[in-house]
Each structure stands twice: as C-alpha cells, then as structure tokens.
C-alpha cells in the first residue's frame, strides 16, 4: 500500500544508493547507509534532528571523522550507477557554485569565497539528463576545491601553475568517454568557455553545448577565412525565428520576444601561449558549429535577448539548432539542484567545525539533493494524481486560493517531510503493537 512503498522507498533507496561505498570497515557503510535514509527522511534539519537520537547522532560525527570517509568515497557509486546509461544521448549539466559558512563562524580549513569576504569551499558538479526529455539520472562526477588568493603575475606564468578553472576538465576525465551505444553531451555556461576544456571534451570522445561572450575571439570559417566570432555571425541568413514568453522582473514588464536565429561552421584555433595541457595533448584546432540567438523589435528602454552557443554538433537547419537550444535550456536544472542542496537540504547551515567534515557531509547530501530533485521534478510515480499533489502542498502550508497559482517544490518538500513522519510512525506503531 502507499504507507508501506513510502515508508520502504527512503530505506531501500539509501541501501542501493550507499551500501557499495568502500569506506574501510562494513559498519561504517552500513552507518552511512542509515544515516542517508535519516537525512532522505528529512534533508534540511540538521544532524540531531534527522538522526532522532543521541545514539545516532554521535556515530554520524564519528561517521565523518575517519579518513576512509571522504566525499568521492560516499558519491562514487552513486556517480557510477548514473554513468551506466547506454542507447541514447544524455546532457551532462555542468556548474561550479560556492558553499558559504559564513566570516564569523570558527572553522577551521575553509577558505575564501565570493570577492573574499567570506568562508567555504566549492562544488563543481555535473548532473546527468536525458536529451530528449527532463528526466534526472543523478550525478555523473563531481569535485570539492578551495579558492587560494592568487599572487599578481604575469599571463604566461600564470598558465603554467595550476588555475581554478581546471576543475572543468577534471570533471569531465572523471566521467570519461561514453559507452559504446551511448552519447555524452556537456552543456555548460560562459564560464567553461576555454579551449582546454573543448580539448578535455575531444579527448574523452564527448559533445558540448557551451554559452559563449567572447565574440571577438578569432576563428576560421570552413573556407579558412579568417573572422571574429561576432562577424562571422553578422554574414549568416537568418535560418529560422522563434517567439518566446519573457516573464516580468523588477525593471521591465512581461513580454512576448521576437527571435532570430543564425548558425555557422566554424574551426576555433588553439591559443599561442599553450599551457601544459595543451602542449601535451597537441590538439590545435578543434572543428565545431555556433548557434546564436538575438531578439528584434526590442521595446524601447528593454534589453534585448542575446546568446552565442559554441557546440560540437554539425548544424545545417533551424531544426538542429533548436535541437541545440533546447538542450541548453535544460541548463537551469543544474541551478534547481542548487537548490535543492542549499534550501533543501540547508548545507550551508550545517554546524560542523572543520572544512573535512563538512565536505563528508556534502557528499552524503549531494546525492539525496538529488533524490529530492527528482521527487519534485516529476520523476516519481506518484507525480501524476494532481489531487495528491495539492494535499501534499496543504501539508506544507499552501492554501490553495484562486490566485495562488502552483505549489513551489520547497512547499511540495515541506508537505512530504511531515507525511513521510507521520508513516514512520505508523511502521512503528505497527512493528511494536504487531
């Protein structure tokens, strides 16, 4: 029935999820595989209150005290089982964002974030989804790091020590090539717009959707005339137009924007001042197509939508670069897991007093960030009985008025948080009363 498949669903979930984590001794598998449904069971209450008891709560700090407990320990066979996808093509949603804990708190180990001012680390994370639909899979690799303060150099020794955005090509090693009958494609924003990271994607037989801003970067069009990326553009037909719905923001109304769209062969040449990487690989030019996007008849005092997409795929039709586009599009779920592991989960405000424990415990949340983002995505079964979907956000404190609109994912989260309480009790009561 529904109270046993809930009930049962955090419990199996988390066994299938941790229970092949290597972490040195089978009883500290067993400890992360209950200490996962707990925090499954309730993702943004802090340790206490998701372990229920003095007991548990202290074999979960002990938990992330052993060395053999680091986060690629707890996320790899979660990340493993996502990669085993083969028959299709599936987007690889990649983005880095920063973990804050705040200047005033004592913990030790962290460095600094934002423009300086505060304290954390950083995840890059790619997460795994199906091409043509929004179906999440999970994570397919994922790396913690700290930011140094860089001393002021020169460009060319600068290229020669390690640099923050090398995190973009460990990640995408990490996940590898695709397997044979499968399609890898990373889609990533302006910041991995870097021919190291296109290198990394050659090399590991991978495509690529990545936003562009440098538009005066010099390129090669397949005659081998030589334009900026930007030129390159203003010579191409307009190859297809679309309308999209702008909602409103703070400085300009909602709006129905008028689209255009040009596409072009291009081949971007490798930089002169190589780095390491790059002198190794030797790969020094690498093929590839653009896809831009710009709105006409813009309103008066309304900035118009503009964006340049660099990507592995030949396009001869508007139909293929809506192919491209719309998988970009999809980018946003990687800022929805975000969310989830932020609001959701409340990483942030875990109060842990050294930068090691508090990276085991983003990797176990990592990965039930993803649970929850896939409950509240409509990937689970009970997704479709819209009527349950508006009791579950009554729990949660929606009052369904007429002009309320849907129910957000935190208020959906909150409304299974207490249901999933109250059919723990129930197991319970059923357990001791027979």
Same mark, same amino acid.
């Given at each position: 029935d529904l109270v046993a498949s809930l009930t049962l669903d955090v419990d199996q979930w988390a066994e299938q999820t941790f229970g092949e984590c290597q972490l040195g001794?089978?009883?500290?598998? @067993? $400890?992360? *595989?209950?200490?996962?449904?707990?925090a499954a069971t309730c993702p943004d209450g802090s340790t206490p209150r998701q372990t229920e008891s003095w007991a548990d709560?202290?074999?979960?700090?002990? %938990?992330?005290?052993?060395?053999d407990v680091s986060f690629e320990a707890l996320c790899e066979p979660h990340w493993q089982s996502t990669r085993c996808r083969t028959e299709s093509t599936w987007l690889l949603i990649g983005d880095t964002t920063q973990?804050?804990?705040?200047?005033? $708190?004592e913990v030790s180990g962290l460095g600094p974030t934002g423009d300086g001012g505060g304290r954390g680390f950083f995840l890059h994370s790619e997460l795994m989804v199906a091409a043509d639909s929004e179906e999440i899979v999970g994570l397919a690799g994922a790396e913690i790091f700290h930011r140094g303060s860089p001393p002021r150099e020169p460009t060319v020794r600068r290229r020669k020590r390690a640099r923050e955005s090398e995190v973009w090509g460990r990640v995408i090693d990490q996940i590898g090539p695709p397997p044979e009958t499968a399609r890898l494609i990373h889609v990533f924003d302006a910041g991995a717009d870097n021919y190291e990271v296109f290198s990394h994607l050659?090399?590991?037989?991978?495509?690529?959707?990545?936003?562009?801003r440098q538009l005066h970067r010099k390129v090669r069009d397949?005659?081998?005339g030589r334009w900026t990326v930007r030129s390159l553009l203003d010579q191409q037909p307009v190859c297809g137009q679309y309308e999209l719905l702008v909602r409103s923001c703070w400085n300009q109304p909602a709006r129905t924007a008028q689209l255009? *769209?040009?596409?072009?062969? %291009? *081949?971007?040449p490798g930089p002169e001042c190589r780095s390491p990487f790059l002198k190794q690989c030797g790969i020094k030019e690498i093929p590839m197509s653009v896809v831009e996007v710009r709105e006409v008849d813009?309103?008066?005092?309304?900035?118009? %939508?503009?964006? *340049?997409l660099l990507t592995s795929e030949r396009l001869n039709s508007f139909s293929q670069a809506w192919t491209i586009i719309d998988w970009y599009e999809k980018r946003q779920l990687i800022e929805e897991y975000h969310k989830c592991l932020k609001t959701g989960c409340r990483i942030e405000h875990r109060q842990y007093k050294t930068s090691t424990r508090l990276q085991r415990m983003t990797g176990l949340l990592s990965v039930v960030a993803v649970r929850l983002l896939q409950r509240l995505s409509g990937n689970g079964t009970i997704t479709t009985v819209g009527e349950f979907f508006r009791t579950l956000a009554g729990l949660g404190g929606f009052l369904g008025r007429t002009h309320d609109g849907e129910a957000g994912?935190?208020?959906?989260?909150?409304?299974?948080? @207490?249901?999933?309480?109250? %059919?723990?009790?129930?197991?319970?009561?059923?357990?001791?009363?027979?």
């Open positions: 001794d089978t009883r500290r598998t @067993k $400890r992360a *595989v209950k200490l996962a449904a707990q709560c202290k074999a979960a700090y002990r %938990l992330f005290d052993e060395d973990v804050e804990f705040g200047i005033f $708190r050659v090399l590991q037989n991978c495509g690529w959707v990545v936003r562009t397949s005659e081998g255009e *769209v040009r596409i072009a062969p %291009l *081949v971007m813009v309103p008066k005092g309304i900035e118009p %939508l503009h964006w *340049v994912w935190i208020t959906l989260w909150r409304g299974m948080e @207490k249901l999933i309480l109250c %059919l723990r009790g129930h197991q319970a009561m059923k357990q001791r009363c027979g």
